[in-house]
């Protein structure tokens, strides 16, 4: 009933699915709703009607453009669950309700297709959040198989939950919960023309637990942020500009694997400027760091986390790296990034 | 301080505007949040968090890919607005918050993403909605300046909607808010190779003013929806579907104007299958037929509104139109759709 590709390689998207008519509402009956279905999606109205939310309410939204669109560890249908869930979980908030939208390119294998709505589907269900609405468009066949996907997310921020980063001050420190910059190396691994050996995966997580648990931990977590685009570097410069603090960073104590350094070393890539999907950054006052890390370590997505390192008084808000050789170095917000479209 | 296009034309987005890093941050300071500027967007955070919100929450999400990005009466920002708020509106839902996740082509003007971006802001003003958070990614160049956005909206539903397609009944009517059809054709007028002579312009409107008219007019509104992809002969077939219901429509009913009707013939398209952007269909108790569509009539997006027909006892749910002419044709949801991306 779906349409064959004229190469033989199976059915695809066409435009026509993308067109509100029959082909669309076979495309979404047959390939996209069975795998989400949930009481919210079911009704297939315009919007969904969610169940009643106490206190404070988050919304957030993320595009995801990743090419390819699978790739070590998860493909863009993880991502796009898993970069929504988590900007709500570092706001303190549990997540309630995704939207999904899919701009789908003609020409994709339905195939695929069929593994990305898997992806989401098991990805939402690990982070304990339903699609509870949708959309799907058609747009017109590029070089790549390939598409967008957006997702929104409501989420409803916890009683004790006070993050905000004017409250962090000289001493607190900072925590990450565990190995950079698998992310990013994992889809530059998967890219054409780019291809290299490696065992890496990549980190993309929902990290809602992890922070259900620092924040359980009694602990005074005064921020959380989540190291994407522009990796740990950017969140730091942009950390010491909205603190107006210097932040010092102790190289040997950032958690780095062999794999992953020797791969980056051979790309002449910096791990701080490479992009995770799994890894948070919380600013913990110094007194609480041992609660913290313990709350951290004891979670598995927080076994290898470590305290990297703390905000000081400075003159002129910098990030400075403390050298494994004992020197200093200027971390910089990188200007652009290493390899576009990585999430 | 943004970079010059190699051609002359004038600063456009190049692929580090997406990276995450120092051009992203220009991206969005100098183009992006002054327009939109709020109370909720402006802490920069992961999520936005909302005001409280007593009752029943609603969650919408559409994407768009309209072709051109500019068309007479409209744009790409315009309808990314008023969709979503529209998706809302017809779940009798008041809007609170907007996000707003962009798509941008390397190559596109600066001067277009601020055109667009202005008329989001404007959109949003219109609507009595705020832009709450967003996201910002560049892709590769394609052989047309473009971009697509996605915007997700969370409402809050009236205490007084009582909206399912299962309320409606035998007899209730159907209630259509103006002229139809005029968004897609003016989108077709601005096509590339489909240039034709009209002053039609898009009827992308926020109905959240016209919806809360009706509702307020105490008549028995049991169903609402907007005739967006599909047209109104997809939003009829689908509600025949939802209801088990034969439903007649009258054509010289159907308000269409000559400029439409004369654009739609020479294209050889049917005016119930275009897309509106600023219609909206209601079913109604047929006692209260007269005091809805006075409310209807009252608003400015309603003058043009008329009952267009009813829904009736059928063995096969079909939908049937009574022409001008005294005959009968089955109206069948459309296969694609005349032209694709047409929001």
Do not use: W
Not at 185 to 203: E, I, N, P, Y
């Amino acid at each position: 009933m779906t349409p064959q590709g004229d190469d033989g390689r199976g059915a695809q998207i066409v435009m026509a699915h993308g067109g509100g008519g029959e082909l669309t509402r076979r495309l979404l009956a047959e390939h996209i709703v069975p795998p989400l279905a949930n009481d919210l999606l079911d009704p297939m109205t315009d919007s969904a009607v969610l169940p009643p939310i106490a206190g404070r309410l988050c919304l957030t939204t993320d595009a995801f453009v990743v090419q390819p669109l699978e790739f070590p560890g998860g493909d863009i249908g993880t991502l796009a669950v898993c970069g929504t869930v988590n900007d709500l979980a570092v706001m303190g908030a549990v997540p309630i309700a995704l939207s999904l939208a899919m701009v789908i390119e003609e020409g994709l294998a339905l195939d695929t297709l069929d593994r990305i709505v898997a992806s989401i589907a098991r990805s939402a269900s690990e982070a304990g959040v339903v699609i509870a609405t949708g959309d799907t468009k058609v747009v017109e066949r590029r070089d790549t198989e390939g598409m967008t996907i957006t997702t929104a997310g409501v989420g409803q921020v916890r009683q004790d939950a006070n993050l905000a980063a004017g409250r962090i001050g000289p001493g607190d420190v900072l925590i990450l919960n565990g190995h950079l910059a698998e992310h990013g190396l994992a889809v530059m691994s998967a890219r054409k023309g780019l291809s290299f050996q490696t065992d890496l995966l990549s980190d993309v997580a929902p990290l809602g637990g992890l922070v259900q648990a620092l924040l359980d931990s009694g602990a005074d977590v005064k921020f959380l942020r989540d190291p994407t685009r522009g990796g740990l570097a950017g969140l730091l410069a942009d950390l010491a500009d909205e603190t107006s603090l210097g932040i010092e960073i102790d190289e040997q104590a950032v958690p780095v694997t062999p794999a992953t350094r020797n791969t980056a070393d051979m790309l002449g890539l910096d791990v701080l400027t490479v992009a995770n999907e799994g890894k948070v950054v919380a600013a913990v006052s110094a007194d609480d760091a041992d609660a913290a890390l313990a709350a951290c370590r004891a979670h598995p997505l927080g076994r290898a986390g470590a305290v990297i390192g703390r905000f000081v008084h400075a003159e002129v808000p910098l990030v400075e790296m403390m050298t494994s050789v004992g020197g200093r170095r200027i971390v910089s917000r990188p200007y652009g990034e290493d390899l576009p479209r990585i999430c």
